[in-house]
């Protein structure tokens, strides 16, 4: 079969890479792709939102099956697009990607059906939001609620921090129209754990846990970035979290969106923290994590053809999902000045280090190439993955290779997994 697959990161380049381990896939695209995922696929220059260009695309390569990486264009309801036109996708529906795309309606969702979560208000008036911060707690938790590639969130501290966040996001409107409404919720302290999910409508199939590190410095200092860094699994996700999870938080959310009229076909992936009171959602995506996919795909034992398919047509309950009793540990190398302002361009070296090096991958996110070599072409440049027997081994295997690679800014975090020495 042909498969298309849509996004240009370390996530797809990670897709890219499980897809091609199914004997059932000839032929892999992808659009817009990157340097490293061209080693599976070929590239197509079509942008992830350019909806009608893709779908038409798809056609006159006969694509039997699409997977979407990206949050956008799930929100902006390319699945509707394609589905419309007769088209096989993986992915939530636009009514269903709303989960991830606002965050009033995921927290309306979880207050109507008692999943648990962060108390919150939501506001569309910056007048009431500013008088709620009054009499509000802190710290407290500012969120936009449409997608701000992951910087709308602000934390608080003090009562003018959180009065200038309000004015920022809903009268400066500095995450543009994410910030016509807001949600103003408790801040929780705990462990925070990434849980994703394959979902067909009603079963719901979570796969190994994993956790990511968004502070760009080590001890979890400066600025959020989409992710530095991630292992899997999480020592904190316990057997017994997972069985509360899975009554409370993971078959109410498929329950609930079923009920609400949007079946949920994808992928969801819950953001929790584990607190004293129990597990709680901090929030859900509608896609794989970046870099979360590229420590849970390679542990993933099952065809993920097969499990996409089973999403799409509702026989989830039929898959057998596995993962590897290992661990596995991702270090992202990044353009020193991430994620404000960086050099790119910039030769990359050592890259074929990773080939025929089972246990050690290197997926890349902005990377392009140039005339026979590769260069930096983004603030996360690539993920170098390496797998182990338990997370220590990992760990020591990923900062190993981290070393085989060079680029003149080469930025990245040394304490990628200083959890798991805490559990
Ligand atoms: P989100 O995009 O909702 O995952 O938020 C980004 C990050 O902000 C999370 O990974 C948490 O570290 C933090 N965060 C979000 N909501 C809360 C909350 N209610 N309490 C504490 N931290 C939070
Ligand atoms: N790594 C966090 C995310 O993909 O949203």
């Known amino acids: 079969m042909k498969v298309l697959i849509v996004g240009s990161g370390g996530r797809e380049h990670a897709i890219a890479w499980k897809v091609a381990q199914s004997p059932k896939v000839d032929k892999i695209y992808c659009a817009p792709g990157n340097a490293g995922i061209e080693e599976y696929a070929e590239c197509v220059a079509i942008g992830a939102m350019e909806f009608d260009r893709l779908a038409a695309f798809a056609k006159e390569k006969g694509i039997d099956l699409t997977v979407i990486g990206m949050d956008d264009p799930l929100v902006g309801g390319i699945v509707d697009v394609f589905e419309a036109q007769g088209l096989r996708v993986f992915g939530p529906r636009k009514?269903?990607?709303?989960?991830?795309?606002?965050?009033?309606?995921?927290?309306?969702?979880?207050?109507?059906?008692?999943?648990?979560?962060?108390?919150?208000?939501?506001?569309?008036?910056?007048?009431?939001?500013?008088?709620?911060?009054?009499?509000?707690?802190?710290?407290?938790?500012?969120?936009?609620?449409?997608?701000?590639?992951?910087?709308?969130?602000?934390?608080?501290?003090?009562l003018e921090e959180a009065k200038d966040g309000v004015k920022e996001i809903m009268l400066d409107k500095k995450f543009g129209s994410a910030g016509n409404c807001m949600v103003i919720e408790e801040f929780m302290t705990g462990r925070e754990v990434s849980v994703l999910s394959y979902v067909d409508g009603k079963t719901i199939k979570p796969m190994t846990s994993a956790q990511d590190h968004k502070r760009a410095g080590d001890g979890d200092t400066g600025l959020n970035t989409g992710g530095m860094g991630t292992f899997s699994p999480s020592p904190f996700y316990t057997e017994e979290v997972d069985e509360f999870c899975r009554k409370y938080i993971y078959q109410p959310t498929v329950d609930a969106m079923a009920a609400e009229g949007r079946p949920f076909h994808g992928i969801i992936f819950f953001g929790l923290m584990l607190t004293e009171d129990g597990p709680k959602v901090l929030e859900y995506n509608a896609r794989f994590g970046d870099p979360e996919a590229q420590v849970v795909l390679p542990r993933m034992k099952t065809d993920i053809i097969d499990v996409f398919e089973a999403c799409i047509d509702g026989t989830l309950d039929q898959v057998d999902l596995e993962f590897e009793d290992n661990a596995a540990v991702c270090v992202v190398l990044a353009s020193d000045g991430y994620p404000v302002h960086y050099e790119k361009g910039l030769k990359i070296d050592g890259l074929d280090a990773f080939?025929?090096?089972?246990?050690?991958?290197?997926?890349?996110?902005?990377?392009?190439?140039?005339?026979?070599?590769?260069?930096?072409?983004?603030?996360?440049?690539?993920?170098?993955?390496?797998?182990?027997?338990?997370?220590?081994?990992?760990?020591?295997?990923?900062?190993?290779?981290?070393?085989?690679?060079?680029?003149?800014?080469k930025y990245y975090r040394n304490d990628i997994g200083r959890a798991i020495d805490e559990a």
């Open 95 to 158: 009514n269903a990607a709303s989960l991830e795309g606002s965050k009033a309606f995921s927290k309306d969702l979880m207050k109507k059906y008692g999943i648990p979560t962060a108390a919150y208000e939501s506001f569309t008036d910056a007048d009431a939001a500013l008088a709620y911060l009054e009499s509000a707690k802190l710290p407290i938790v500012l969120k936009a609620d449409g997608l701000a590639l992951g910087k709308g969130v602000l934390i608080c501290n003090t």
């Open 355 to 409: 080939q025929g090096k089972d246990g050690y991958y290197v997926f890349h996110a902005g990377t392009a190439k140039r005339g026979e070599g590769i260069v930096t072409n983004g603030g996360r440049v690539l993920g170098v993955t390496a797998t182990g027997a338990d997370l220590k081994t990992a760990r020591a295997n990923a900062y190993e290779a981290v070393q085989w690679v060079s680029f003149a800014n």
